[in-house]
């Protein structure tokens, strides 16, 4: 079981999604100055609510790994992830470890970073497309979401592992069967890292996150 959704936050009534959140997570919301990192971090965790009423799961209780990757500690079977980015918030649920990231396709994005810290072949890739921004960010997010369904995020070094985008997207030397897909939702790339193949991304409305 995988389910993966997104949505547009930047019209979130904040005051509203402020009073549904736990006090844990509210802390985190007043830690932001600018309303639109505050409406990000509210509307990432309404959206994993979302997903998690959809499935019965009830009452979860959330710790964090080593690395600082979240699970829900009584519900051993039930996996997420999440990401956000401009407007856009993400979420996955799975019954298997599942990685995801969102990010806006800047076309001013500095791909010296790829020159450093990619691969020489990711690196070589990007350089050679007709638009080498885009083909930045298709690696960056499967590079991220891959990171991230590890538990290891930053930790696990951007150059220690290769990514293949062909016909199947993989991981060179992969012995895990690991499944990636890449979608393109308006100006932003997102990138999954799991162990099923997704072919399509739930959208929300931003007022059915505050039902």
Not at 32 to 42: I, T, V
Not at 132 to 146: G, R
Request: with cysteine; glycine share 4%.
């Amino acid at each position: 079981m995988i389910k993966i959704a997104y949505c547009n936050v930047e019209n979130l009534d904040l005051k509203k999604a402020y009073g549904l959140v736990p006090k844990n997570r509210q802390e985190k919301i007043d830690f932001y100055r600018f309303d639109k990192d505050k409406k990000l971090s509210a509307g990432a965790y309404l959206l994993l609510k979302k997903l998690l009423d959809e499935e019965n799961i009830t009452k979860p209780v959330f710790k964090t790994e080593k690395y600082g990757k979240a699970y829900i500690s009584n519900y051993d079977n039930i996996h997420f992830n999440l990401s956000h980015s401009g407007k856009i918030v993400l979420c996955a649920i799975s019954d298997m470890e599942v990685g995801v990231d969102v990010e806006y396709n800047d076309p001013a994005i500095d791909l010296n970073i790829a020159k450093n810290y990619f691969y020489n072949s990711e690196y070589e890739s990007i350089m050679k497309s007709n638009e080498p921004s885009a083909e930045f960010f298709k690696y960056w997010v499967l590079k991220e979401s891959y990171m991230k369904y590890t538990g290891l995020g930053m930790n696990l070094e951007l150059d220690s592992f290769e990514i293949i985008i062909k016909d199947r997207i993989r991981l060179k030397n992969d012995d895990e069967n690991l499944r990636f897909n890449l979608f393109d939702i308006d100006q932003y790339k997102i990138g999954i890292s799991s162990h099923y193949d997704v072919s399509e991304l739930i959208e929300y409305n931003v007022n059915e996150l505050l039902n």
